[in-house]
């Protein structure tokens, strides 16, 4: 399940990029050589790279890619390390699930008030939003996993210490 999740996000990464890049170059070739505006095009661009924060935010942390703070793990030494990290993913995993609830919740009553957008697409924003809470979902539930495992990617770095 792990590997289809991480080839979901490695597919959406790559298609939201390259439709916002696609889109961009649309947008600045129109206005600057053909002096046609695509308003719109700008506002879909903004909302794909929305998905695409949210969507590497939760790549990030499959890879061990984000930002740590590791003073402690040094200081600590590799025993206490360990535990640390424990504590620190499960704090993660829990908080990522609460805002995946928060998330769904928001999207949910975006979704019942009909909420769209201020600019010239009026996009549904739920849509815009519907990224956040399977985002969460994934980082909590791979927080809370490797809190739980007895080897992750952020453990075995803090064990070389």
Known sequence: MERLIARIETLMLALTLAL?????????????????GFGGLEELSVYLLIWMVFTGMAQA???GA????DVAPHLLGPGPSRILARLVDGLQGV??????????????????LA?????SLEAPIWLVMAIMPP???VLGVRSLTRAVSSSSPR??????V
Not at 21 to 32: E, H, K, P, W
């Open 135 to 137: 985002a969460f979902f």
């Open 66 to 69: 984000h930002i740590a703070i």
């Open 155 to 160: 453990r075995r770095q803090t064990e070389g």
């Open 61 to 63: 942390d499959r890879l």
């Open 115 to 119: 909420e769209t957008s201020v600019q």
């Open 95 to 112: 908080l990522a699930l609460v805002l995946a609830w928060v998330a769904f919740d928001a999207t949910k009553f975006s979704w019942m």
């Open 20 to 36: 916002a890049a696609g889109l961009t170059l649309l947008t600045i070739v129109g206005r600057n050589f053909l002096g046609i």
